[in-house]
């Protein structure tokens, strides 16, 4: 009856062991998925910036040229447009933009 006491009272220590194993592993994997989701959260947010910073960039970049186009325009200064066009012309080169309306 002791032996079988004593087997009995190993198993239950064995299997407490082994609950609080898993309990631990439990835990642990939760944690790293916490983790893993705000890693994830944090370069979505970065990624929304730089996607944000770089559409401004490249207006930046295409007002830039197309002042530069109109600076080259107006340097050469032969043209000889009239009507709408002209118009359109004269207007970009004061306002510095194609885009300006009219």
Do not use: C
Not at 82 to 89: E, H, L, P, R, V
């Amino acid at each position: 009856m002791a032996k079988a006491q004593a087997a009995a009272g190993a198993t239950k220590v064995e299997a407490d062991h082994e609950q609080e194993r898993a309990l631990i592993e439990g835990d642990y994997k939760q944690a790293e998925m916490e983790y893993e989701a705000g890693v994830l959260k944090a370069h979505a947010s970065y990624e929304k910036d730089a996607y944000r910073l770089l559409v401004r960039k490249r207006r930046h970049e295409y007002e830039l040229k197309e002042k530069k186009i109109l600076a080259e325009l107006a340097e050469a200064g032969k043209f000889n447009l009239i009507g709408t066009s002209g118009d359109k012309m004269v207007q970009a080169m004061m306002s510095g933009t194609f885009s300006a309306k009219l």
